[in-house]
């Protein structure tokens, strides 16, 4: 029979990215949403909705029992729970497949591996990727850490097992800073995850955020669509992607690209995933694998023409992958801005009513986004509204057709970060290609003393 509705477990675009990739297919939709999301798009446009609950996301976003109990009303046969929330969530994920209801998302067992980090490396490293070099796992023990530490060479990074949004991590420059620095990390650590295990690694002092994009079948089959740099991060979070990166030769594409991917098939893997890696001085190093689709994944569907939703579906379906390794061809370049509610330069949340709004359009130019004139932002979620991502046979082309398509979009009745993505797009080092993951939070310093 196969998968027939599917229960989005998410809001905003990539609720309605789910919702059309699953109308496309045929499959009906049932929105999920709390009492805020009422007058959302994909509440709109789904063929079922229910409401799970009061704005805090605690108790509807995140409610297990509320969502399963929508599943069943509505005769859901797959949930597919988008980024964030419960996405990487593996006893949800247990959860699900317990109600014979379809999990569109990896083996709960490997949400589990990669969502501890001292786990992640260690079968990181037996799939063969490439690690920084750090710690044998967790330490406890100061003289043990100091060991570390000096065997590695500092500076040495200190980051929490169950950390995540540069929470519980600090940079250790020498030994004598050693202790009180890990002390303030597991403090950090203990009182935002509960968690205050550590483990130590070599810290890179300005490399590049590359990431590569990979599905397997869950039968022992996977391939890679190749990396996206995602190196324009503030606090951790990413703000600008592109596919291709501008330094990652196709040679190395392609060994990395397959190193991924044999990883993938040793585990069986199944479905979408990132592994991430830092890159610098033409080395990698893994530095984390989220097991779902990630926000930027309209990069890399824009430069290999797959659509990276309907993979999941078809391959929770107990289907084949669509393609195989040699049939992927990567053409041409893409760039996503992230557009938020806020102010473009203090990053201040700005949600509220949208008095208008036109969206970019053109050859090559893709809006992901549930705004629409009249819609009332509200202030619990997270400050994306909307996501612009362009393409062009070149880089170069792709850029100009950014400025222009950004100079059309129209947000109006709260902030928005386009001011800062048209600002970025006039930076000789964003127009080359030449930035790494420190480059924006010191461009932001920069202009806010006013010496840039």
Known sequence: MGISRILIANRGEIALRIHRAAHEMGIETVAVHSTADADAMHVRLADHAVCIG??????????????ISAAEITGADAIHPGYGFLSENAKFADIVEAHDIAWIGPKPEHIRTMGDKVQAKKTAGALGLPLVPGSDGAVSDFDEMKRV????????????????????????????????????????????????????????????????????????????????????QRRHQKVFEEAPSPVITHEDRMRMGGIVADAMAAMEYRGAGTIEFLWENGEFYFIEMNTRLQVEHPVTEAITGLDLVREQIRIADGKDLSVKQEDIEFKGHAIECRINAEDPF?????????????????????????LYAGYTIPPYYDSMIAKLIVYGRTREGCLMRLRRALEEMVISGVKTSIPLHQELLKQPDVISGDYTIKWLEEWLAEREAGTE
């Open 149 to 232: 530490a000096k065997e590695i060479g500092y500076p040495v990074l200190a980051k929490a097992a169950a950390g995540g949004g540069g929470r519980g991590m600090k940079v250790i420059p020498s030994e004598d800073q050693l202790e009180s620095l890990v002390k303030q990390a597991m403090n950090e650590a203990k009182s935002a995850f509960g968690d205050d295990t550590m483990y130590l690694e070599k810290y890179l002092g300005n490399p590049r955020h590359i990431e590569f994009q990979v599905f397997g079948d869950g039968r022992g089959n996977a391939i890679h669509l190749g990396e996206r740099d995602c190196s324009l």
């Open 54 to 67: 009061p704005p805090a996301a605690s108790e509807s976003y995140l409610n297990h029992a509320a969502i």
């Open 346 to 370: 203090t990053f201040a949340p700005s949600p509220g009513k949208i008095d208008y709004y036109h969206q970019a359009g053109g050859m090559h130019v893709r809006v992901d986004s549930g």
